[in-house]
């Protein structure tokens, strides 16, 4: 190791007292005739660490003068009945655009950051981060002519599968009112289906996109690792933080994703990645396919054996679905594909593993710290972040973050090599997933192995809370963790349990190979054609 200097100026405010409560966090002490030595490295690091300090943040350009920010404004409650809004606003070209987004209006999950638009990030942990430069996803909807009209709320932290732990209160399901969602992309899916927004972006590490767009009757892509810049976006966890499209037709979607994908040289997430111009043509190939009578002659599609058998599990898993999701996979036959059941016994372990992963990986970022990335870090909001180390930020900590943190400095304490060893299982994992996808175009299963839940009270237990999303990311999670590209769609409609005058959509899931956004599409867009999800 080498130091830059050993000067030390006679104004430097490190004391030994600095120098034992550094020791104390450590839970460790020094020799007494080794303090004066280490608190002299203390105050040089501390002055040549000032002069990073004193410098101005470096971060992308957002041009507020082509894009200007109008509106921006709190929704007053009569224009957020269903608490989908977190903020509002109006931002377009004000060039002459006839991009392929033109006319369309998007909202942007609250985890996205917006110049000059509040994030509130779902919590009340802190307040006032305003971004001060645009995510990739932000700046390429609107240079293609999108009108961005807000913020959709998401879960506290983007930590919720379920709708009801947003600061702001809870996003209700636009077919019952008192039913979640799914989250975290939770606004998303209320404001797209019940038509108070054209598209979304959603955010996606277990499934935040692909949940709510399965109770919410739309289409919802989690695109492959990497393909779409996560640059500007809170994280969560690094090797499975994913943005997507959410839209309520499959031709929409390839039309947002095109518009939004392809590597910027600022998410080292992207590496590999095709530029923007290299981008297969997804909506121009699915409209040349529109008028074909077999349109999927030859294209095989595996039935995940393991990932419809978690419908018959007992508890929240609904078996209805796994059944539904089965009839509208059968008719895919009547556009000319193949479809064979395949089993992926290690399909089971995925969520575990991203259990794992997303407990230890995320620790850091909740604790307000990230380092191992080279892209662009948003400062201000890991000062934000770190105000969960103090007492009061501890006591406004919500109960999701919350446990996230215990479980994952306990796993820390308890097994330091988890992480690691849950890593290399999902390069297994992702070589079985592989290998079935060298012998079918696309995997299919449920989304979700159950029908949205209601609300929990604000007075209930934190095992209630949870209790209402168990078992939710079965299928969706490991696809996280190994990167491939999975979409949900809407494929029928079933009663609730409790009610059978209440009626939800069923999503079934597309996963693909690596980069071939392309074959989930064709399946999709090619069954939508045929079907009308809403009266099967």
């Not at 971004?131 to 932290?157: F, Y």
């Not at 990645?273 to 290299?278: D, H, R, V």
């Not at 349990?497 to 693909?512: A, C, H, M, S, Y």
């Amino acid at each position: 190791m080498s130091v830059t200097s050993l000067a030390v100026s006679a104004s430097n405010p490190i004391s030994n007292y600095d120098l034992r409560k550094v020791l104390d966090k450590l839970g460790h002490k020094l020799k007494p005739e080794e303090e004066p030595d280490y608190l002299v490295l203390l105050q040089a690091l501390d002055e040549s660490v000032e002069s990073v300090m004193n410098l101005p943040d470096y971060e992308p350009t957002s041009d507020i003068e082509r894009f200007p920010r109008k509106n921006v404004n709190y929704p007053k409650p009569e224009e957020n009945t269903h608490g989908g809004w977190a903020w509002k606003c109006t931002i377009q070209d004000t060039k002459l655009n006839n991009g392929p987004l033109s006319g369309r209006e998007i909202v942007i999950k609250d985890n996205i950051a917006v110049s000059g638009v509040d994030c509130l990030l779902g919590t009340s942990m802190f307040t006032g981060w305003k971004p001060t430069a645009d995510a990739t996803v932000v700046t390429r909807i609107l240079e293609a002519g999108g009108t961005i009209t807000g913020k959709a709320v998401c879960e506290n932290l983007s930590l919720g599968a379920t709708s009801f732990s947003a600061a702001t209160g809870p996003v209700h399901n636009p077919f019952a009112r008192g039913y979640s969602t799914g989250g975290s992309s939770s606004g998303c899916g209320l404001l797209i289906a019940s038509g108070e927004a054209d598209m979304g972006m959603g955010g996606d590490q277990g499934g935040s996109v692909r949940i709510p767009a399965s109770w919410c009757g739309l289409f919802g892509f989690k695109p492959t690792f990497g393909l779409v810049p996560y640059t500007g976006i809170a994280p969560l966890e690094p090797t499975i933080d994913h943005t997507g499209p959410m839209t309520r037709t499959c031709l929409d979607n390839a039309i947002l994703l095109k518009s939004i994908a392809g590597r910027d040289d600022l998410d080292d997430r992207c590496a590999g990645a095709p530029l923007p111009s290299e981008l297969p043509d997804y909506p121009g190939t699915l409209f040349a396919m529109k008028d074909a009578d077999m349109p999927l002659k030859g294209f095989k599609i595996g039935m995940v054996k393991e990932g419809f058998e978690i419908c018959k599990k007992g508890g929240l898993n609904d078996p209805r679905v796994g059944v539904k999701v089965q009839e509208a996979a059968e008719k895919w036959r009547e556009l000319g594909a193949v479809v064979e059941d395949v089993s992926i016994p290690m399909h089971d372990l995925g969520a575990t593993l991203w259990v794992c992963i997303a407990r230890m990986g995320s620790l850091p970022v909740l604790w307000g710290g990230m380092s191992g990335r080279s892209g662009y870090q948003m400062t201000e909001l890991t000062k934000k972040m770190h105000n969960i180390r103090t007492e009061e930020g501890w006591d406004n900590t919500p109960w999701s973050p919350k446990n996230m943190i215990l479980n994952g400095t306990y796993l820390w304490d308890k097994h330091p090599e988890l992480y690691g060893k849950a890593i290399n299982q999902i390069r297994r994992l992702r070589a079985i997933y592989d290998e079935a996808l060298s012998r079918y175009n696309v995997l299919v299963m449920p989304t979700i192995p159950y029908l949205p839940t209601t609300h929990a009270p604000r007075e209930a237990s934190v095992l209630e809370k949870i209790s209402r999303s168990l078992g939710q990311i079965f299928n969706t999670s490991p696809f996280n963790a190994t990167g491939h590209p999975s979409l949900s769609m809407p494929v029928g409609m079933l009663p609730a349990r409790e009610d059978k005058n209440i009626r939800f959509p069923v999503g079934l899931q597309i996963t693909g190979r690596h980069m071939d956004e392309m074959s989930i599409y064709k399946a999709a867009f090619a069954w939508e054609a045929k079907f009308d999800w809403k009266e099967l």
